[in-house]
């Protein structure tokens, strides 16, 4: 079955790095566009970040341009998010998601405090 398995968050001071890891299994990861989303305390699960199948198509969320970036490794079946100059509202829940799949997996806390 479809598993997801995020990894790298923490708690970080604002201005920091971190850099997220997301482990595919289950599926063909090689043909399928790969998201981050995000869901912050009170607030609806967002959309960070897609890449696709090969990598030469990505998108960004507004709120993220610049700061954030989202690559792949289709033979180790792994997406990334590099999260630079982080911000007390980049604070979420962050997962890795295939849409043509319901799974989700556990997430990974990001904390931006000083």
């Known amino acids: 079955q479809v598993q997801l398995v995020e990894s790298g968050g923490g708690l970080v001071q604002p201005g920091g790095s971190l850099r997220l890891s997301c482990a595919a299994s289950?599926?063909?990861?090689?043909?399928?566009?790969m998201h981050w989303y995000r869901q912050a305390p009170g607030k609806e699960r967002a959309l960070v970040a897609s890449i696709s199948n090969a990598g030469g198509s990505i998108m960004y969320a507004d709120s993220v341009k610049g700061r954030f970036t989202i690559s792949r490794d289709n033979a180790k079946n792994m997406v990334y998010l590099q999260m630079n100059s982080l911000k007390p509202e980049d604070t979420a829940v962050y997962y890795c998601h295939n849409p043509r799949f319901a799974s989700w997996g556990q997430g990974t806390q990001v904390t931006v405090s000083s």
């Open positions: 289950g599926f063909t990861f090689s043909n399928y566009f």
